[in-house]
């Protein structure tokens, strides 16, 4: 009778210890599935770094959750969110912005992601209206399929009461509005934050530590303090950096160089403090420039970090002075034209690039709003003809057809 109790206790014993086996097992492998799917596990550590489910830089990639690359491929639309005076006018973006626009976009042209470019004076003058309008439009570009890279417009057009020529940098007011927009925007996976466009910086130093005033007075802050007031709120979404005027780029089509300096001379020693950041560069005029040109411009963040082309066009009929140098060095020549686009857009898969074209509009990209019909080049460009109704959408869509 002692013999079959000590049986039963050294049955007993194997049973418990296989159940615990057994169970140990089971929750690792849930553990694991929740991971593979994205979903943080409570008691493992805190994603401090990344939020799961968001995507973020590993060397020169962007990886989503599952750790898997992936590209950025889309275009940029200006609308009041970044001209203050269609805003005081009464025009608001969500009646450019809307649903059948971002479908389109995605279920039409293959695109996921959206660069959409805000302006901190009139957030900061209709504040609640501002964000209302915003998150309307953030939500149905993401609920279509879209990241929405939100770009920071701060000059004259946007609202600035800063009127010098050296007043387009970033300024303490920029610190103030990032806070609040991360702050707003922290735990969505599906945005990013462009600190600055086109920054008219006078060197790195004041680049990367900001510094000093401008001519009327504005204190110049430098891209280093915006990433930390993004940090600040908790955020932890990829962030977008331009050189600007500090990366050259000075000619006689663009005199301040901050719409097509480039990082060849970037000191990366002193490159952002910060383990999410993507580097971005814009391209017009120089479009029709060889493989070798456009990878110089790269410098020493080629191979480093995600790479961005935040705006990019082959542009004949925008409006303004910029806008009329952007191709008085481009070919005439639709077919030639035509080339140029498609060589360009190799080129940015080549180097893994991501990219949002300037723009996803009428006359530009496509025709209308309702048809969405892309446009395209006829036999000869004229430039500088605003009212031309031409461009390289039909160029993207074929491509992103082919690629996307």
């Not at 943080?40 to 968001?54: F, K, L, Y």
């Not at 992601?113 to 004076?121: G, H, I, Y």
């Not at 932890?236 to 901050?258: D, F, H, L, R, Y």
Request: net charge negative; proline share 6%.
């Amino acid at each position: 009778m002692r013999g079959l109790r000590i049986v039963l206790v050294c049955a007993l014993l194997v049973l418990v210890v296989a159940l615990g086996a057994l169970a140990y097992v089971l929750v690792n492998q849930f553990h694991q599935n929740q991971a593979s799917n994205g979903t943080p596990v409570t008691g493992s550590p805190s994603p401090a770094v990344i939020p799961s489910g968001m995507p973020h830089a590993q060397g020169d990639q962007i990886v989503d959750a599952k750790g898997q690359p992936f590209f950025l491929r889309g275009a940029q639309i200006e609308t009041p969110f970044n001209y203050i005076q269609g805003w005081e006018q009464g025009k608001r973006p969500t009646s450019i912005l809307t649903p059948a626009v971002f479908d389109t976009m995605v279920q039409k042209w293959h695109m996921n992601a959206l660069r959409l470019p805000t302006s901190n004076w009139e957030y900061a003058k209709f504040t609640t209206e501002y964000m209302s309008q915003l998150d309307q439009v953030v939500q149905e570009a993401n609920q279509a399929g879209l990241y929405v890279i939100l770009d920071l417009h701060d000059n004259v057009k946007s609202g600035s009461p800063y009127t010098s020529k050296d007043s387009d940098v970033p300024k303490t007011q920029d610190v103030t509005y990032w806070k609040a927009i991360a702050a707003h925007f922290k735990s969505n996976p599906m945005v990013m934050f462009d600190l600055y466009n086109e920054p008219q910086e006078t060197s790195w130093n004041e680049w990367l530590n900001g510094g000093g005033t401008t001519s009327d007075g504005a204190s110049i802050v430098g891209f280093q303090d915006m990433v930390n007031a993004v940090r600040s709120t908790g955020a932890q979404q990829m962030i977008v950096v331009e050189p600007g005027s500090s990366g050259g780029g000075k000619s006689s089509q663009n005199p301040t160089g901050a719409e097509e300096g480039g990082w060849s001379n970037f000191p990366i020693n002193d490159a952002i403090h910060d383990s999410n950041i993507m580097y971005s560069l814009h391209v017009y005029q120089t479009i029709v420039q060889p493989a070798s040109y456009q990878t110089a411009k790269w410098g020493p963040v080629l191979g480093k970090y995600p790479i961005y082309y935040g705006e990019w066009a082959f542009l004949t009929n925008g409006a303004g002075k910029s806008a009329l140098a952007h191709c008085q060095s481009l070919p005439t020549n639709g077919t030639q034209a035509t080339q140029v686009v498609t060589t360009f857009l190799n080129y940015m898969a080549s180097v893994h690039a991501s990219w949002t074209a300037w723009e996803f509009a009428p006359h530009y990209m496509v025709q209308d709003y309702t048809t969405f019909a892309p446009t395209t080049f006829p036999p000869t460009l004229t430039c500088g003809d605003q009212k031309a109704d031409v461009g390289m959408g039909q160029t993207i869509l074929q491509w992103l057809d082919s690629n996307g």
